[in-house]
């Protein structure tokens, strides 16, 4: 999910400002830092968690449900929001470097790391960034081109009754929307423009709600609650399937509860005083608390809905061919949502690996001029061009190669929980209170990290492991639906 940060302008300053930096400090319009005020209370800050947290991974909680049963689906749905909210709190202490009232502001999660811990820690924290950047943007291709079949395939259900089955390849649509996202990606700033997370929130808000209500209403209709205490049994599946089902839908649910790696930039919107530490803890335990009985209702209505064979996807599954043009509405606001949240997260690694070739060849910089009647001219990069197209390429590729949505959610879930949700939090409040080694809290948080450590791990192996089995019946290029 995506999120963007309120933007800080005021009519007065291109009279205070030099190429557009603040120049003056302390006064009306100006913050600490220079920069001009912020503005943000409890409410928006929290409501600009809500929009970074929902999005797509709220489609796969029922599966999830369905992996555990009811007694160990909510247990884990509770444990990864207490974890989330406790370690935004860690983290929300480390927003300044030192004094908490007028320290060094970090203005992201990257610099904040670079600040406080420093060291190898930069690198390492560049790396699983980036790397889940990568993998989101291919989880993304799969979801987007599983909405867009699902499309089709509810028109055919619809013209043929029900009676032809309908399969469709994914190709087709996986290159349709790689094709959509070269275009989009030769945008510059596409991920600041202002309409973006508006779109973004209204489309996820859409897609989840509707799969809420298709839930409950499948409830009604039958009369009865599906679902069992442990979940899928062993026999339906084998026993290794019924264990790596278990270990992956931890890192689905991991997924879903993801956004520390952009808590430092929502906070850096907060106004002064109260004290954005005071205002960003508050806000997080709301938006939490929403967040988590929104996940409940749609996790737990999907599963009681269809029990143990709850779908992966719960809007593109079995089960939901009527009311089909609902269906419709809910798949078309997952593309829509896709083909933005593609670009907010494909545009940081974008503007790092152009960044760092533009230090090492300075010729990249060259942009040429292309008139458009009726438009500005456009600036056309080569760099830009080919870099960011091999990029979408790649992507589109590895999702025709492993077109399995819940499998690649759950390792991204894996891969980032642990390093981006608990590690470096950890460890920066640590070094931000100077808490003593071996001391009483410095061990209780270790053992914290060490035990989301070893969730992370048996869930990244989880989901290894089901990507591992689903090749052996997959041919590759060849997925059908």
């Excluded at 991974?57 to 992996?67: D, E, K, P």
């Excluded at 945008?187 to 808000?205: E, N």
């Excluded at 896709?338 to 300075?362: N, S």
């Excluded at 959610?409 to 894996?414: I, Q, V, Y």
């Amino acid at each position: 999910m995506m999120v963007e940060i309120a933007s800080r302008s005021h009519p007065d300053m291109g009279e205070h400002t030099i190429d557009g930096v603040p120049s003056q400090t302390g006064s009306k319009f100006y913050d600490d830092d220079g920069r001009l005020k912020r503005t943000g209370t409890v409410w928006t800050t929290s409501s600009h968690i809500v929009t970074a947290v929902v999005g797509s991974g709220v489609l796969s909680l029922a599966w999830a449900m369905a992996q555990m049963g009811w007694i160990a689906g909510p247990a884990a749905m509770l444990f990864f929001s207490v974890i989330t909210w406790y370690t935004s709190s860690l983290l929300a202490d480390c927003y300044r470097y030192g004094d908490p009232k007028l320290g060094k502001r970090n203005y992201t999660f990257m610099e904040a790391v670079h600040t406080i811990l420093g060291g190898y820690n930069d690198m390492l924290c560049g790396i699983v960034q980036y790397t889940n950047l990568y993998g989101t943007a291919v989880g993304y291709t799969i979801a987007a081109s599983i909405s867009m079949m699902a499309i089709k395939r509810s028109g055919c259900f619809h013209s043929s009754g029900g009676k032809d089955p309908c399969h469709i390849s994914s190709n087709p649509y996986m290159i349709s929307f790689g094709v959509i996202q070269i275009f989009f990606s030769q945008i510059p700033d596409f991920d600041k423009t202002w309409w973006l997370s508006i779109v973004a929130a209204v489309m996820s808000f859409t897609y989840s709600i509707i799969g809420l209500a298709l839930g409950i209403a499948k409830i009604s209709e039958t009369g009865t609650i599906k679902g069992s205490l442990t979940g899928v049994t062993i026999g339906a599946v084998t026993k290794a399937q019924k264990v790596w089902g278990t270990f992956q839908a931890l890192g689905d649910i991991a997924f879903a509860y993801s956004y520390s790696q952009i808590l430092i930039e929502i906070q850096d919107t907060i106004k002064n005083p109260p004290s954005e530490v005071k205002t960003m803890k508050k806000a997080t335990k709301i938006s939490i608390g929403v967040i988590t009985t929104f996940y409940m209702l749609c996790g737990c209505s999907g599963y009681a809905a269809f029990g143990d064979s709850s779908p992966g996807n719960v809007l593109t599954g079995f089960g939901f061919y009527n009311p089909y043009w609902l269906i419709d509405i809910a798949n078309a606001a997952i593309v829509i949502h896709l083909v933005g949240a593609y670009q907010v997260y494909a545009q940081p690694l974008f503007a790092f690996i152009e960044k760092w070739a533009a230090k090492r060849w300075p010729i990249v910089k060259t942009e040429y001029k292309i008139p458009i009647p009726g438009f500005l001219p456009y600036n056309l990069n080569l760099f830009r061009l080919v870099w960011r197209t091999v990029f979408v390429i790649t992507t589109t590729v590895i999702a025709m190669l492993i077109p399995f949505f819940n499998d690649i959610l759950g390792l991204l879930g894996a891969l980032g929980f642990w390093p981006l949700t608990v590690y470096f939090p950890v460890e920066m409040y640590i070094v931000q209170k100077k808490i003593p080694k071996w001391s009483t809290g410095w061990i209780c948080l270790q053992i914290l990290s060490v035990v989301c450590l070893i969730v992370s791990a048996v869930a990244a192996v989880g989901s290894v492991a089901s990507i591992v089995l689903d090749l052996k019946k997959y041919t590759p290029f060849t997925s059908t639906y």
